[in-house]
Nanobody, 124 residues
Framework: QVQLVESGGGLVQAGGSLRLSCAAS????????MGWFRQAPGKEREFVAT????????YAADAVKGRFTISRDDAKNTVYLQMNSLKPEDTAVYYC?????????????????WGQGTQVTVSS
């Protein structure tokens, strides 16, 4: 059972930056692909970014490409989401998730483990 705990959310002005962290309890963290998703008020949860088990393959949604970067530190069992040039439309609860499936996974259904979420609010 993988437990995930996100941190780093908060309130930031448009154009600012935040770095989210997600710490995993699993010692075999390197065996899991990791993803970030977000859910804005009144909207469905959507894919943000993912990094494969090896960390070599990464993919981000078009809405955040060039602004958000996913990275992982397997020695610390942690995945990060660096968010730059934030916009008010980035306001959402951000969730990290883990999958035992190989490769790049962008669908929620591919992820079996989820964190509790962290709120990111971007003011205009």
């Amino acid at each position: 059972q993988v437990q995930l705990v996100e941190s780093g959310g908060g309130l930031v002005q448009a154009g600012g930056s935040l770095r989210l962290s997600c710490a995993a309890s699993e010692r075999t963290f390197s065996n899991y692909g990791m993803g970030w998703f977000r859910q804005a008020p009144g909207k469905e949860r959507e894919f943000v970014a993912t990094a494969s088990r090896s960390g070599v393959s990464k993919y981000a949604a078009d809405a955040v490409k060039g602004r958000f970067t996913i990275s992982r530190d397997d020695a610390k069992n942690t995945v990060y989401l660096q968010m730059n040039s934030l916009k008010p439309e980035d306001t959402a609860v951000y969730y990290c998730a883990a999958t035992s499936a190989p490769g790049i996974r962008t669908r929620e259904s591919s992820y079996g483990y989820w964190g509790q979420g962290t709120q990111v609010t971007v003011s205009s």
